[in-house]
């Protein structure tokens, strides 16, 4: 089976830094995503990560472990724009299962 | 270019009544799926497709069945709805398997929204 686990909601203040993790427990391994929901709207595709380390893009950044089955994703200079829900999801089972966990509800305050 | 476009947008069943969900790519994609949302609980894949003629289980596949008798289309049947399937369903398209790719990501629809009373 598989387990993705993520924290419900989080609070943050324009201009600043936040980290939402993302622990995931799957039957084998092949590549974790960050999408970004607005509400009321489509997801949308932030970053792929399938190798261990740090992948940077403008203010988004997302890092894995695949030993510690966690991921990150770190959001910088906060915008009002940004709050929204964030999805961490693993492709698992040599790309046979597409798994979402139940999604980060970031609300973004003056 | 219209991206993955889902018809409809809303609906209303009554238990017991059948339905389709139309899903459309206009972006020659292989991959297509169906996934629903539920408060609590993110997205949930239904049912996949590899390509033309072909369609793979998801995550929930029960109540529902799939088609893909053309490559730019992929639809969603509920052949006898239950309240348990009122949700949002997104319907999705990539290039490669999941999206997988460096340079490839899925393609979400709108979404619709059924509710079955």
């Known amino acids: 089976g598989q387990n993705i686990d993520q924290p419900t909601e989080m609070t943050a203040t324009e201009g600043a830094i936040v980290q939402i993790n993302c622990t995931y427990q799957t039957s084998g391994f092949n590549g974790l995503f960050w999408y970004q929901q607005h509400a009321g709207e489509a997801p949308t595709f932030l970053s792929y990560?399938?190798?261990?380390g740090l992948e940077e893009k403008g203010r988004f950044s997302s890092f894995l472990s695949r030993s510690k089955g966690y991921s990150y994703l770190l959001l910088k200079e906060l915008q009002m724009k940004d709050s929204a829900s964030y999805l961490c999801?693993?492709?698992?089972?040599?790309?046979?299962?597409?798994?979402f966990g139940p999604g980060t509800r970031l609300s973004v305050l003056p | 270019n219209a991206g993955v476009t889902q018809t409809p947008k809303f609906r209303v069943l009554k238990t017991g009544q059948s339905m389709t969900l139309l899903c459309a790519q206009d972006m020659n994609h292989e991959y297509m799926y169906w996934y629903r949302q539920d408060p609590g609980m993110g997205l949930r894949l239904i049912h996949y497709?590899?390509?033309?003629?072909?369609?793979a289980k998801g995550e929930v596949p029960d109540g529902y069945n799939v088609s893909r008798l053309k490559k730019q289309n992929f639809l969603l049947g509920l052949e006898s709805a239950a309240p348990s399937q009122t949700s949002v369903y997104f319907c999705?398209?990539?290039?490669?398997?999941?999206?997988?790719?460096?340079?490839?990501?899925?393609?979400f629809g709108p979404g619709t929204r059924l509710t079955v009373l």
């Open positions: 990560n399938v190798l261990d």
């Open positions: 999705a398209s990539s290039y490669s398997r999941f999206g997988q790719d460096s340079t490839d990501t899925q393609y």
């Open positions: 497709s590899v390509g033309e003629g072909t369609t």
């Open positions: 999801a693993v492709l698992d089972n040599y790309g046979q299962n597409f798994v």
